[in-house]
């Protein structure tokens, strides 16, 4: 189960109030990732040792 403690804030959220926000919550067998904004819209999963590439693929497509 996910308490709301768990969420914690990209590091990336941006300037001010965090507008472009992602929050990730590292769980047992896979990493979740929401927007801050509509949390309840619902979640992307992904296995815990998949975590690190998606996300250097996600900032090779930045460049």
């Not at 067998?29 to 815990?48: E, F, N, Q």
């Amino acid at each position: 189960m996910n308490t709301p403690d768990s969420w914690r804030k990209s590091s990336y959220s941006g300037a001010g109030d965090g507008n472009s926000c992602l929050e990730i919550s590292d769980r047992r067998t896979h990493i979740a990732i929401r927007d801050s904004k509509a949390p309840a819209y619902g979640t992307l999963t992904v296995p815990t040792e998949a975590f690190a590439p998606f996300i250097e693929c996600l900032k090779a497509k930045e460049l």
